[in-house]
């Protein structure tokens, strides 16, 4: 979702609320040059298990990794680093204990921000706050937003209790699906999440899928956000983008910017 000479300039990641280092194994990766990483947490039992779990995730290459036991809502300023990871973590703090945390972690970063929270109306109302504090703060929104207007998914939550927000299908092992009570193979994870760049010439994309696109008889229904709001789009069969209509799916850039 992200353009990838963008994440390939991270070459180092402060990992904010790590746990036990799941956001870190995202970032390993999709930065393929990223060499060092520093994880924060309040449980030192957590960050044992990620600096275990961290070794299989760099899968060979040379990374550096620093762990720091610190509460992230008494601690204000931080180590300086290309990428600046949030995950999970906004939903916790009080509000202006969420406004202090993004502008500490948007002024530790060089380059990159990147937060995400659950795919709830709630989760994204934290992630909208923090895309209107960056942008005031000169920040610039790579994704999922294709423009830094306001957001008209914003607007739409009030009136169609509908909200921003993506999904990823999570694979479930036996001990999973038995802690969860599920009896499925899979589960789809929901969230909300938001890309902010220091750099103003950052790629985005000119549009974003909202949905799964709706699949008819001799026509594709497209659900996209962009800078003129969210529109319904429809492809058919004699379009030139039918097949990239066909290819695209919840969450991507339409049209695809993100290989280029």
Do not use: N
Not at 142 to 149: K, L
Not at 230 to 255: I, L
């Amino acid at each position: 979702m992200v353009p990838g000479h963008v994440l390939g300039g991270v070459h180092t990641l402060l990992d904010l609320g790590a746990g036990p280092g799941t956001a870190t194994w995202a970032a390993l990766a999709q930065c393929p040059r990223l060499d060092a990483v520093l994880q924060i947490d309040r449980s030192a039992a957590l960050l044992g298990i990620g600096a275990r779990l961290g070794v299989a995730a760099a899968e060979g290459r040379a990374v550096a990794l620093t762990q720091r036991v610190a509460d992230l809502a008494s601690t204000d300023v931080w180590p300086s680093s290309d990428a600046v990871i949030g995950a999970y973590i906004l939903t916790e703090l009080s509000s202006s204990g969420r406004a202090r945390l993004v502008a500490s972690a948007w002024g530790a970063t060089t380059r990159l921000l990147v937060l995400v929270e659950p795919g709830t109306p709630d989760g994204f109302g934290h992630i909208h706050e923090a895309r209107s504090a960056l942008i005031a703060a000169g920040g610039h929104v790579i994704a999922p937003c294709p423009h830094e207007g306001p957001c008209p998914m914003r607007a739409a939550a009030s009136r169609e209790h509908d909200w921003c927000h993506f999904a990823v299908r999570v694979p479930r092992t036996r001990r999973h699906r038995q802690v969860k009570g599920g009896t499925l193979g899979y589960e789809d994870e929901k969230f909300a999440y938001l890309v902010v760049s220091r750099e103003a010439d950052a790629a985005r994309a000119e549009a974003r899928v909202l949905r799964h696109p709706r699949i008819e008889k001799g026509r594709i229904l497209l659900t996209l956000c962009s800078s003129d709001g969210v529109q319904r789009h429809v492809v058919t069969r004699r379009d030139a983008a039918w097949r990239a209509a066909r290819k695209s799916d919840w969450g991507d850039a339409w049209p695809d910017l993100t290989s280029s």
